[in-house]
């Protein structure tokens, strides 16, 4: 009986220490498999593309010749070009993954691109570039093998026709007087302005327009360009532009050049870009009189000066014909001046003419401008009457007698001296009295 006990507990204690050893293995093939699970997971995230060159969905333009192409500011050869990294604490990037593909094609056979463990730039040639929507896909992989395709859309389309404008105001031929360049700030809507509307048919890559006067063709010159020039939407046109005429820097009296140069961003140029005889034609006639100023005159000199004024605000110095020294001339009461005036560019000066009579005088300074325009100043001499000394009697004073007329006058000290005032000359003399004191020893005088 107590055998048949005690192999019941030996077969209780085996089975217990089976259960354990079952359990430690369990967990040891646990422990293992987490492990061999942890060290094959690694990393398994793929790298990001970010800021792909041209944007998904963009549109560019080419001229249809493949040369040049336009996009944000990007012209040929065409950049394309990603950004992508690995998650923190990843595998990193593997930059012989890095692939940009144009149309499925491999770029890196075609144009060659620069690759960096962040960045990619592929140049895209003009054959890869023709009409049409074109798939662009960026390949890059990590360490680890964790693959990202990154897929952008581009259209390109042809623009091969330059900008026109129309209605351009003054015309071409008209004649502008320096009058009307007069202003006195630099964005007057009230100055003579040239005016044209612009346009530039669909699909349009977009344009520049500039406005120059007196430039070579093809352009070129330093300063030809019109400072200034607004766009200034209209009813009629929403690309109406306006320059202002005296803000152009090389306007000069006589025939001038204005063209309007138009060119879009894929080169599209307008005629006057290469044509001279497309050029608009305009005389400037200077129709501003000298002005004459600071006169002055005595009984000696007469002398004034004068200057051929430019329009108000304007850049260029060759507005004004110049004075014609040669015309100057200086009028007293409507008779002029012949003899002894010297005139330079500046100013005149003349002798004043003897003779003239005692009162005020008109003086009158004119000279013309190098193109006939005449300016005249106006001002005074007056003539004083000369100097006159009045007729004045001629009178003297002498001691008749001294004595005293009473004992009481001698104790009061009062000597009494005639003096006789005569008059020499045929003056009369009027209100005579006798003025001043005289050295009496003490003794008072009494007049």
Known sequence: ???????????????????????VFMVAIFATAMGSLAMAAGDITAPVVTS???????????????????????????????DYSDEVGGSGVNPASVMVHLDGSNMLDLAGCTVTTSHVDCNATAADLFPGTHPIDVYVSDMDGNETINRTWVTVVVDDQAPTYSNLLPAAGSTIYTSQLNSTSTNDPSALRFDYDLTDAAPSSGYSPMSHINDSVPPGVAGAMIMGCNKTPTSTNPTHYSCQANRAKLLHLGDNTLSVLLKDKVGNTSINYTDASSLNHYMVVDDVAPVVSGITADTTTISANYSDPLPTGALSANLASGINAGTAMVHVDGAMIMMGCTATGTGISCPTPSGLSVGTHVIEVMVDDNAGNMGMGTGTLTIDPPPCTPAKPNLGIRTDWAKWASYADYTARELSVKLTVSNAGTTTGYGVAITGSANTNGVTLST
């Open 52 to 82: 792909v060159t041209p944007a998904n969905g963009s549109t560019m333009y080419t001229n249809g010749s493949s040369t040049i192409y336009y996009q944000l500011g990007n012209t040929t050869p065409l950049v394309i070009k990603a």
């Open 1 to 23: 009986m107590q055998s048949r006990r005690n192999d019941h507990i030996m077969q209780s204690r085996n089975k217990s220490l089976r259960y354990i050893l079952i359990v």
